[in-house]
């Protein structure tokens, strides 16, 4: 079976999605930026995408689950791998639609590589509990509002810090100019002390599709399965993520608000 939402301008239960712009800065003007890098700054991953897609995303995903605060983690992010945040800075937990008393999903965050036209979008998860039942593949997706061309991608994800430790992907199950998506098991689970998926972060380095400047904002989505169903495949459009289904019953997706609209450039 398939189900497939709209992120933007679409309604789902119990919540509107916002349009293109929303909680955003007006059209043609770029978001003020976040913590800046030092112009010359020399990256530890160097040119290497693969590596810094890589080592950011685990770093993100480390620093939140030691609940350091977004400004901290930018600064992080700016000092050891030149990375400027480009939309906006801040942080927020956004989750829309229910079931809201499960999951929290953060807005993406974007960052660029200072020197470069090529930037990394980040999107991340936290289970508010742990669900009884945690058979089958999970989903986690991030999309566009235009057209990239996508680099390098990686999800890290890990327990509580009870049981859990951390496991890392680098191939995503989906990539296209649209986006990239990952299947991956958030079990097992310890009962209602741990699981292996409680929270993760995925990563994806991109570049503009052509020439030119371009607004763009990213978005992300969460899929849930239990019993005897299974998350089998992920489909990609414009502001659009959709999920595959094993059988008709036990899932549910989650969406994030989408990131602010950021100015992306290649020369």
Not at 38 to 48: L, N, Q, T, Y
Not at 216 to 228: E, N, P, T, V
Request: hydrophobic share 35%; net charge positive; with cysteine.
């Amino acid at each position: 079976m398939h189900t497939k939402m709209r992120l933007v301008g679409a309604a789902m239960a119990g919540a509107v999605l916002l349009p293109i712009g929303a909680s955003s800065t007006a059209f043609g003007q770029s978001a003020p930026a976040g913590a800046p890098a030092a112009r010359g700054c020399v990256a530890k991953s160097a040119d290497d995408v693969k590596a810094q897609t890589q080592q950011v995303t685990a770093l993100i995903q480390k620093l939140e689950g030691q609940r350091i605060s977004q400004d901290r983690i930018d600064a992080k992010l700016a000092a050891d791998h030149c990375l400027e945040r480009v939309d906006g800075g801040g942080s927020e937990f956004s989750t829309l639609g229910n079931p809201s008393d499960e999951i929290k999903i953060a807005k993406p965050v974007i960052y660029k590589a200072e020197g470069k036209d090529r930037y990394i979008a980040a999107a991340s998860w936290k289970w508010k509990k742990i669900p009884s039942n945690t058979k089958g593949l999970d989903a986690f997706a991030i999309s566009f509002s235009k057209k990239v061309t996508p680099l390098a991608h990686s999800l890290v994800y890990r327990g509580n810090g009870q049981v859990y430790g951390k496991k890392k992907m680098t191939q995503a199950f989906k990539s296209s100019a649209y986006g990239a998506g990952f299947l991956f098991n958030e079990g097992p689970n310890v009962g209602k002390i741990d699981m292996q998926g409680y929270q993760g972060v995925m990563g994806i380095s991109f570049k503009a599709s052509k020439r030119g400047c371009w607004n763009l904002q990213a978005f992300s989505k969460y899929g849930h399965s239990w019993k005897s169903q299974s998350a089998t495949g992920i489909t990609l459009g414009l502001t659009s993520i959709g999920f595959n289904w094993a059988n008709t019953g036990n899932k549910w997706t989650q969406a994030s608000q989408p990131s602010r609209e950021v100015r992306v450039c290649r020369s």
